[in-house]
């Protein structure tokens, strides 16, 4: 059994809601999950699972949230190669710069990228946007 991480960064609840989604999505298909807050967590902490949900909104001009995300992501590239890797994340406005540029990123380290390009919800997921955060966690097992 894959043991897995579903971490993230939320503001606003909306990636937060978006983490709960996926990690639940996870379990029903036999992952062992844990949901934990960015803060919560060290990069060699998270290096240690197999299978990493990476959960952050778009800040300012399609950026990654900088001062709890961007620098536990940052330590944390050291150890994607090789890791299964699925990215998620909410914003307000734009276009997805931020996830594309975020996809970039992991697939640059060498990870295992399970879905293509990161998944992106416009503000609150609504049920439609549930059930793709569940169907993302499962590609996790």
């Not at 959960?55 to 949230?65: I, K, T």
């Not at 961007?70 to 890791?83: D, Y």
């Not at 998620?88 to 997805?96: E, M, T």
């Not at 594309?100 to 503000?123: K, M, S």
Request: some cysteine; glycine content about 10%; proline content about 3%.
């Amino acid at each position: 059994m894959n043991k897995a991480a579903v971490i993230y960064w939320s503001s606003t609840g909306n990636t937060e809601a978006m983490a709960q989604a996926i990690s639940d999505g996870a379990r029903e298909a036999g992952v062992e999950t844990e949901l934990i807050e960015v803060g919560q967590i060290s990069p060699e902490q998270a290096a240690e699972y197999e299978v990493l949900a990476l959960g952050c909104p778009a800040m300012g001009d399609e950026e990654l949230e900088e001062s709890e995300f961007e620098p536990f992501f940052a330590e944390l590239e050291k150890s994607l190669s090789g890791k299964k890797v699925v990215l998620f994340g909410s914003y307000d406005w734009g276009d997805g710069q931020w996830m594309r540029d975020w996809y970039e990123r992991v697939r640059d380290d060498g990870a295992e990228i399970l879905a293509e390009e990161g998944l992106v919800i416009h503000n609150t997921p609504d049920e439609e946007g549930i059930k793709k955060c569940r169907e993302l966690g499962r590609k996790m097992a």
